[in-house]
């Protein structure tokens, strides 16, 4: 294997990681929404707020170059993620 394709997977490998971290910090802001929601009686799902949220991460993810069908898998799943800890 060259060192450019090794070097190449490393930064990949870092990358991912860091993408973890962030998909942990988002678990713990939902987890201290919920928190918050259930003190006030909120619901913790709202449908109305997710599909505002999955429409714009949408639109941001194309400004991006990156397809609007992969960012919506990509929330779709974090959002299901959310529910099954509601």
């Not at 490393?10 to 973890?20: I, K, N, P, R």
């Amino acid at each position: 294997m060259s060192a450019e394709v090794n070097e190449t997977r490393t930064a990949l490998d870092e990358l991912d990681h860091e993408l973890l971290d962030l998909v942990a910090r988002r678990r713990a802001l939902v987890s201290a929404l919920f928190v918050k929601k259930r003190a006030l009686g909120l619901p913790l799902v709202d449908p109305v707020r997710e599909a505002e949220l999955l429409a714009e991460r949408r639109a941001y993810a194309e400004r991006l170059g990156v397809p609007a069908e992969l960012a919506g898998a990509i929330f779709r799943a974090i959002l299901e993620d959310s529910h099954t800890r509601a």
